[in-house]
Protein backbone atom coordinates (compact mmCIF):
# COMPACT_ATOMS: atom_id res chain seq x y z
CA UNK A 1 0.00 0.00 0.00
CA UNK A 2 2.75 2.29 0.87
CA UNK A 3 4.44 1.43 -2.96
CA UNK A 4 0.76 2.15 -4.54
CA UNK A 5 0.56 5.04 -2.56
CA UNK A 6 4.14 6.22 -3.72
CA UNK A 7 3.19 5.71 -7.06
CA UNK A 8 0.42 7.94 -6.94
CA UNK A 9 1.57 10.70 -5.44
CA UNK A 10 5.06 10.75 -7.26
CA UNK A 11 3.28 10.28 -11.08
CA UNK A 12 0.65 12.59 -10.02
CA UNK A 13 3.53 15.59 -9.05
CA UNK A 14 5.48 14.49 -12.02
CA UNK A 15 2.65 15.04 -14.63
CA UNK A 16 1.70 18.28 -13.20
CA UNK A 17 5.43 19.56 -12.64
CA UNK A 18 6.53 18.16 -16.64
CA UNK A 19 3.27 19.37 -18.11
CA UNK A 20 4.87 21.74 -20.35
CA UNK A 21 7.79 19.11 -21.71
CA UNK A 22 5.00 16.55 -22.40
CA UNK A 23 3.49 19.43 -24.27
CA UNK A 24 6.65 20.09 -25.64
CA UNK A 25 8.03 17.12 -26.55
CA UNK A 26 4.09 16.09 -28.13
CA UNK A 27 4.21 19.07 -30.40
CA UNK A 28 8.10 17.97 -32.03
CA UNK A 29 6.87 14.33 -32.20
CA UNK A 30 3.45 15.93 -34.14
CA UNK A 31 6.00 17.92 -36.62
CA UNK A 32 9.09 15.65 -36.54
CA UNK A 33 7.18 11.92 -37.29
CA UNK A 34 3.33 13.23 -37.93
CA UNK A 35 0.50 11.83 -36.19
CA UNK A 36 -0.54 9.79 -34.26
CA UNK A 37 1.89 11.20 -31.54
CA UNK A 38 1.41 8.70 -28.84
CA UNK A 39 2.74 4.52 -30.04
CA UNK A 40 0.30 2.67 -27.49
CA UNK A 41 1.12 -1.61 -27.28
CA UNK A 42 -0.50 -3.83 -25.58
CA UNK A 43 2.36 -5.41 -22.85
CA UNK A 44 1.69 -7.80 -19.48
CA UNK A 45 1.66 -6.36 -16.34
CA UNK A 46 1.36 -7.88 -12.89
CA UNK A 47 0.72 -11.71 -13.30
CA UNK A 48 1.28 -11.00 -16.85
CA UNK A 49 -2.01 -9.43 -17.52
CA UNK A 50 -2.43 -7.11 -20.63
CA UNK A 51 -2.68 -3.80 -20.55
CA UNK A 52 -2.26 -0.40 -22.96
CA UNK A 53 1.22 0.99 -22.37
CA UNK A 54 1.58 4.48 -23.95
CA UNK A 55 5.21 6.21 -25.09
CA UNK A 56 5.70 9.26 -27.02
CA UNK A 57 6.54 7.21 -31.15
CA UNK A 58 10.06 7.54 -31.92
CA UNK A 59 9.73 6.01 -35.42
CA UNK A 60 8.41 6.98 -38.55
CA UNK A 61 5.13 5.50 -39.62
CA UNK A 62 6.60 4.49 -42.97
CA UNK A 63 5.08 0.80 -45.11
CA UNK A 64 5.64 -1.27 -47.81
CA UNK A 65 3.34 -1.34 -50.84
CA UNK A 66 1.17 -4.03 -49.10
CA UNK A 67 0.71 -1.86 -46.07
CA UNK A 68 3.12 -3.42 -44.10
CA UNK A 69 5.82 -1.69 -41.64
CA UNK A 70 8.85 -1.14 -42.64
CA UNK A 71 11.96 -2.59 -40.39
CA UNK A 72 12.65 -0.83 -37.51
CA UNK A 73 16.06 0.12 -38.95
CA UNK A 74 14.85 2.27 -41.54
CA UNK A 75 11.85 3.91 -39.64
CA UNK A 76 14.37 5.45 -37.42
CA UNK A 77 15.58 8.95 -37.41
CA UNK A 78 17.71 11.40 -34.98
CA UNK A 79 15.00 13.14 -33.78
CA UNK A 80 13.55 9.75 -32.59
CA UNK A 81 16.94 8.47 -31.57
CA UNK A 82 17.64 11.18 -29.43
CA UNK A 83 14.08 11.29 -27.87
CA UNK A 84 15.01 7.55 -27.04
CA UNK A 85 18.17 8.39 -25.34
CA UNK A 86 16.73 11.29 -22.94
CA UNK A 87 14.20 8.59 -22.06
CA UNK A 88 11.76 11.59 -22.63
CA UNK A 89 9.93 8.96 -25.02
CA UNK A 90 8.73 6.84 -21.55
CA UNK A 91 7.29 10.05 -19.92
CA UNK A 92 2.99 9.30 -20.82
CA UNK A 93 4.02 6.15 -19.03
CA UNK A 94 3.62 7.98 -15.65
CA UNK A 95 -0.61 8.10 -16.87
CA UNK A 96 -0.15 3.90 -16.68
CA UNK A 97 1.44 4.41 -13.56
CA UNK A 98 -1.64 6.68 -11.47
CA UNK A 99 -3.73 4.43 -13.08
CA UNK A 100 -2.14 1.15 -11.39
CA UNK A 101 -0.68 -0.47 -14.79
CA UNK A 102 2.55 0.24 -13.70
CA UNK A 103 4.58 1.21 -11.11
CA UNK A 104 7.55 3.46 -11.15
CA UNK A 105 10.30 1.28 -10.30
CA UNK A 106 9.63 -2.65 -11.43
CA UNK A 107 10.50 -4.93 -15.06
CA UNK A 108 10.48 -3.39 -17.58
CA UNK A 109 7.05 -4.58 -19.42
CA UNK A 110 8.24 -6.48 -22.16
CA UNK A 111 6.02 -7.80 -25.45
CA UNK A 112 2.97 -10.11 -24.62
CA UNK A 113 4.97 -12.66 -27.43
CA UNK A 114 7.71 -13.49 -24.92
CA UNK A 115 5.34 -14.59 -21.98
CA UNK A 116 5.35 -18.37 -23.36
CA UNK A 117 9.21 -18.14 -23.98
CA UNK A 118 10.42 -17.52 -20.60
CA UNK A 119 11.28 -20.08 -17.91
CA UNK A 120 9.81 -20.33 -14.57
CA UNK A 121 12.38 -18.62 -13.36
CA UNK A 122 12.26 -15.29 -15.60
CA UNK A 123 8.54 -15.72 -15.14
CA UNK A 124 8.66 -14.14 -12.10
CA UNK A 125 9.39 -10.59 -12.61
CA UNK A 126 5.51 -10.78 -13.35
CA UNK A 127 5.23 -10.94 -9.55
CA UNK A 128 5.21 -7.55 -9.26
CA UNK A 129 3.58 -4.27 -11.22
CA UNK A 130 5.96 -3.38 -14.15
CA UNK A 131 7.94 0.06 -13.97
CA UNK A 132 8.84 2.99 -15.54
CA UNK A 133 12.57 1.98 -14.50
CA UNK A 134 13.59 -0.76 -12.63
CA UNK A 135 16.90 -2.89 -11.49
CA UNK A 136 17.75 -3.85 -14.71
CA UNK A 137 17.36 -0.50 -16.72
CA UNK A 138 20.22 0.82 -13.63
CA UNK A 139 22.49 -2.11 -14.01
CA UNK A 140 23.06 -1.85 -17.85
CA UNK A 141 19.70 -0.91 -19.69
CA UNK A 142 20.04 -2.51 -22.89
CA UNK A 143 23.80 -2.92 -23.01
CA UNK A 144 23.16 -6.23 -21.29
CA UNK A 145 22.43 -9.70 -22.25
CA UNK A 146 17.90 -10.53 -22.03
CA UNK A 147 19.65 -13.73 -19.19
CA UNK A 148 21.37 -10.91 -17.11
CA UNK A 149 18.03 -8.74 -17.63
CA UNK A 150 16.02 -11.01 -16.03
CA UNK A 151 18.70 -12.15 -13.25
CA UNK A 152 18.51 -8.60 -12.05
CA UNK A 153 14.61 -8.12 -13.06
CA UNK A 154 13.95 -11.69 -10.47
CA UNK A 155 16.68 -10.37 -7.76
CA UNK A 156 13.82 -7.09 -7.80
CA UNK A 157 11.21 -9.03 -7.04
CA UNK A 158 13.24 -10.65 -3.98
CA UNK A 159 14.47 -7.76 -2.44
CA UNK A 160 12.00 -4.94 -3.58
CA UNK A 161 11.90 -2.20 -0.52
CA UNK A 162 11.14 1.09 -0.67
CA UNK A 163 14.32 1.68 0.19
CA UNK A 164 15.44 0.46 -2.92
CA UNK A 165 12.94 1.88 -5.11
CA UNK A 166 14.14 5.14 -4.33
CA UNK A 167 17.49 4.59 -4.25
CA UNK A 168 16.93 3.23 -8.00
CA UNK A 169 14.97 6.52 -9.14
CA UNK A 170 18.10 7.94 -7.87
CA UNK A 171 20.08 6.06 -10.38
CA UNK A 172 17.84 6.13 -12.97
CA UNK A 173 18.13 10.08 -13.11
CA UNK A 174 22.25 9.68 -13.61
CA UNK A 175 22.00 6.73 -15.86
CA UNK A 176 19.38 9.66 -17.84
CA UNK A 177 21.96 12.21 -17.98
CA UNK A 178 24.85 10.22 -18.68
CA UNK A 179 22.76 8.05 -21.48
CA UNK A 180 24.10 4.43 -20.46
CA UNK A 181 23.44 1.81 -21.99
CA UNK A 182 20.38 2.92 -24.64
CA UNK A 183 21.91 0.52 -27.20
CA UNK A 184 22.79 -3.32 -27.54
CA UNK A 185 25.94 -3.65 -29.38
CA UNK A 186 25.56 -2.32 -33.06
CA UNK A 187 21.69 -2.40 -32.42
CA UNK A 188 18.79 0.22 -31.63
CA UNK A 189 17.70 -1.30 -28.32
CA UNK A 190 17.72 -4.97 -27.64
CA UNK A 191 17.49 -7.70 -30.21
CA UNK A 192 14.32 -9.16 -30.15
CA UNK A 193 14.26 -12.13 -27.26
CA UNK A 194 14.07 -15.71 -28.23
CA UNK A 195 13.61 -17.50 -25.25
CA UNK A 196 15.01 -20.09 -23.55
CA UNK A 197 17.83 -22.29 -25.42
CA UNK A 198 15.90 -25.34 -24.93
CA UNK A 199 12.13 -25.83 -25.10
CA UNK A 200 12.02 -27.65 -22.46
CA UNK A 201 12.56 -25.15 -19.85
CA UNK A 202 10.11 -22.90 -21.11
CA UNK A 203 6.91 -22.63 -19.03
CA UNK A 204 3.87 -25.17 -20.30
CA UNK A 205 0.62 -22.91 -20.29
CA UNK A 206 -1.71 -25.77 -20.60
CA UNK A 207 -0.43 -27.56 -17.90
Known amino acids: MIKRLMDILVAGMLLLLLSPVLLGVALLVRLKLGSPVFFTQQRPGRHGQPFRMVKFRTMLDTRDAQGQPLP?????????????ATSLDELPELWNVLKGDMSLVGPRPLLMEYLPLYTREQFRR???????????????????????????????????????????????V???????????????????FQGARSTNDRINHHE
Do not use: C
Open 126 to 172: HEVRPGVTGWAQVNGRNAITWEEKFHFDVWYVEHQSLRLDVWILLLT
Open 174 to 192: KKVFSREGISHANEVGMPR
Open 72 to 84: SDQRHTPFGKRLR
